[in-house]
């Protein structure tokens, strides 16, 4: 584990401490497998920042779902806390805009998972069938000519999984009410004229 990355530990922020001793108490209601949508309990209740997880917790899922595919599954309270006392938040420490996709990489570092990283979109397209799943991270909205337009609109990130016969991507946590995975006909269609923002691939998937 990298020096620079913090744990849980005495020092973590009150802020941080509170919603992990709130969290962890959730965290024995969840079921096993992946997590789907984010509006559905126990997760939504989980806490991040100053706000629930429902909220703004679509970039913890994403990694948290992506452990579990590389076997190497996370205690989600643990996990929050990672991100919150390692300042993964997007702009703001409350994580009212959720996390900074582009930060991910610190997470992955820290915990030594390999990892391709992408923020061009033709070039995530190019190189997507080298790993059986993998993390987007897009702008809600569709293509804007307006700069702020994308902001208003907030971001999403996703784990999927590729089919790598057909092409097909399974997408958890699409949206905030799903119970099952999206499939999509191709990564273009998942990701449509929407902002690219950062992709991950896992090379071992």
């Known amino acids: 584990m990298l020096c620079r990355w913090k744990v849980f530990s005495q020092g973590a922020s009150s802020r941080a401490a509170q919603n992990f001793e709130h969290n962890k108490t959730l965290c024995t209601k969840l079921g096993g497998g992946l997590l789907q949508g984010q509006e559905h309990e ?17 970039e913890i899922i994403a ?34 805009f959720g996390s900074d996709p582009k930060k991910l990489r610190r997470y992955f570092d820290a915990h ?54 057909s092409g097909e991507v399974s997408v958890y946590n699409r949206y905030n009410g799903d119970t099952r995975a999206r499939v999509y006909r191709d990564m273009r269609e998942l990701i449509d004229d929407r902002r690219f923002i950062a992709g991950y691939l896992f090379p071992n998937g």
Request: hydrophobic residues 35%.
């Open 63 to 96: 990694v948290y779902n992506v452990m579990q595919l590389l076997h190497m599954p996370q205690d989600l309270a643990q996990l929050i806390c990672e991100f919150e006392v390692n300042k993964l938040a997007f702009l703001l420490d409350s994580a009212l």
């Open 112 to 165: 030594g998972v390999g990892y391709e990283y992408y923020t061009d979109r033709q070039h995530f397209y190019d190189n997507a069938s080298r790993s059986a799943f993998g993390i987007v991270g897009f702008w809600i909205n569709t293509y804007s000519k307006h700069p702020f337009n994308k902001f208003s609109s907030g971001l999403h990130t996703v784990a999927y999984t590729l089919d790598r016969q």
């Open 42 to 58: 126990p997760v939504c209740s989980m806490r991040y920042g100053k706000y629930d997880m429902h909220h703004c917790g679509c």
